[in-house]
């Protein structure tokens, strides 16, 4: 997997989540949320690159509930 698109998925799951909550509300998107974060789980080659992306994607979500 080195296309770089494919590296957006977790940022999406982030995205989606940060929908579901309060300002926006939209509470139906936390059912699908993390299918793409499992998807990029299940295709992503295992190591650091992962890692940093999925924990990269998780301060992002973080940073955006907590404003």
């Known amino acids: 997997m080195k296309r770089l698109g494919f590296h957006f998925l977790p940022f999406l799951s982030a995205a989606l989540l940060w929908l579901s909550f309060h300002p926006i509300d939209i509470g139906l998107l936390a059912w699908i949320a993390l299918a ?3 998807a990029y789980s299940i295709r992503a080659e295992k190591g650091w690159r992962m890692f ?3 924990w990269l994607a998780g301060w992002c979500y973080n940073a955006a509930a907590f404003y």
């Open 52 to 54: 940093l992306v999925t």
């Open 36 to 38: 793409p974060l499992i």
